[in-house]
């Protein structure tokens, strides 16, 4: 990973301690104080809870502009990946670099529909659970799982890394849609060949049991396919910052990716969708809407204005504003009849013509309209966060590749800022009054 050089010097003035710092200059001339042997070589920590002002690693994978709502992958601009492409173009994208071209592009969405049915004993382990499970526990254990199945998974290689990201892009689908059926207590459908990528998972998702006749609408499948490409990677969010400190440890590619699945599932995460389901039922109609932004506004309430903020984005997400066009386009195809989307609407004019919310640059995030859009298209609610990790796998798996490819692991452990007893003796029990 090329960094710029800098002659930037940072100068950290403890005491009479005076450390010099070097600043290392990323690719859109952002600078960050290389702080890698601070601690060892002067005894010095930096504190930072929640890794505000941090970076844990180098990356070429995604880059965002919080303050001008800009998301790049690989360079490229959501807003074209998402109006001109197809989410297996992206997600090669992020695996490999570039673009592919129609040979690499075909070859690369061959293996991954040959690779998209899962061994037959892995439904065994869906048996083992109640059939109201979320499905994010029934998720993650089957990607866990994956590992033990894929018994020829060699990532001490390159090319070892790279079937093992097409086969979890492949198997993921299949997993998510495994796990719809068998909450809805439905017969598994099996992927096909012919179909492509999105238009398979819609089909093991929807198609009836008793074989009839399915026709994807591919205004469906256009609008999710775009969900897809929108969820796929953006940058070290918890749940990938979850998957690399998971992955350091050199545990197999499987389990970090579960350890992913895991940390994306908390509502101030990717279970936000979940939530702003929740909130917009409970909303009801936009003439309560006042009401509820008050009881947001009230810190002794902890309600949160769900879909709303960001840690990066200090202005409009990109991708929210690309899935309430989407949301627009599927509710008007299938003819859905909701409130939701015109409370969700308003609850955004009102917020955005609110100081206590405009103050805070609290923006929607990508999780305030997809959850309308994916009810529209037939997916119960808790089937929104599975949907995001369905989507998340490839970036997830990208930036593993690209932490492991780059050489030895370095395992990640942070430091802490102890504010405990100094040390004292023990004093035995029957002493102690
Ligand atoms: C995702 O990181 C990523 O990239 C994540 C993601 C991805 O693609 O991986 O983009 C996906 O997780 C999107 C975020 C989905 N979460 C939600 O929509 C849940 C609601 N949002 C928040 O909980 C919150 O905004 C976070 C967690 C997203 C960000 O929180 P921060 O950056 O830690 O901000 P903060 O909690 O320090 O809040 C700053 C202020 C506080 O008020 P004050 O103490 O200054 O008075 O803003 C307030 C907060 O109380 N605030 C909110 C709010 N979010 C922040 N107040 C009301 N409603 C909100 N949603």
């Known amino acids: 990973m090329s960094e710029k050089n800098s002659q930037n010097i940072a100068k950290l003035i403890i005491g009479d301690r005076s450390i010099d710092l070097t600043v290392m200059i990323d690719s859109f001339d952002r600078p960050a104080v290389d702080i890698r042997n601070l601690f060892a070589k002067y005894g010095v920590m930096t504190f930072d809870p929640g890794y505000t002002s941090t970076a844990s690693c180098q990356s070429a994978i995604t880059y965002i502009d919080g303050n ?25 994208l992020l695996l490999n ?5 129609r040979r690499q592009f075909e070859q690369f969405q061959r293996e991954t529909l040959h690779r998209m049915p899962v061994h037959e004993q892995m439904i065994e382990i869906l048996r083992r659970y109640k059939r109201d499970t979320h499905p994010m526990v029934l998720i993650e254990s089957m990607v866990t799982a994956l590992g033990a199945f894929d018994t020829d998974c060699d990532v001490t290689t390159r090319e070892g890394r790279n079937r093992v990201a097409i086969n979890l892009i492949a198997k993921i689908p299949t997993i998510t849609a495994l796990a719809l059926r068998y909450i809805q207590g439905k017969p598994f459908i099996y992927p096909r060949e012919d179909l492509g990528y999105t238009e398979n998972f819609i089909r093991m998702c929807f198609a009836p049991s008793d074989g009839a006749p399915f026709e994807i609408n591919p205004i469906i499948a256009g609008a999710l396919d775009r969900i897809f490409i929108l969820h796929a990677d953006h940058e070290q969010n918890a ?31 990717g ?12 909303i009801g109609s936009k003439d309560a809407i006042p009401a509820f932004l008050e009881q947001v506004k009230d810190k002794e309430s902890h309600d949160r204005l769900m879909g709303f903020g960001h840690r990066v984005y200090k202005n409009y997400d990109p991708r929210a504003l690309i899935i309430k066009k989407e949301s627009e386009k599927v509710l008007a195809n299938l003819d ?18 609110d100081p206590y919310f405009t103050s805070r640059q609290l923006y929607p995030n990508v999780d305030f309209y997809s959850g309308i859009t994916l009810s529209a298209m037939g997916f119960p609610v808790h089937m929104f966060t599975p949907l995001f990790a369905l989507a998340r796998t490839s970036g997830w798996i990208a930036q593993w590749k690209e932490m492991v490819d780059g050489g030895p692991l370095t395992i990640g452990r942070p430091r802490q800022h102890y504010t405990g007893p100094t040390q004292r003796d023990y004093v035995a029990l029957d002493k102690r009054d």
């Open 239 to 269: 749940s990938t910052s979850t998957v690399r400190l998971a992955g350091s440890t050199g545990v197999e590619p499987y389990a970090a990716i579960s350890a992913g699945i895991v940390a994306l599932w908390g509502a101030a995460h």
């Open 271 to 282: 279970g936000a969708n979940e939530a702003v389901l929740g909130m917009l039922e409970r």
């Open 68 to 92: 001008k709502g800009v998301l790049l992958y690989r360079g490229y601009p959501i807003e074209q990946l998402a109006a001109d492409g197809s989410y297996l173009e992206a997600a090669y």
């Open 97 to 101: 670099g570039e673009l592919p071209n």
């Open 336 to 353: 859905v009849q909701t409130e939701q989307l015109d409370v969700a609407k308003e609850l955004e004019r009102i917020a955005l013509q």
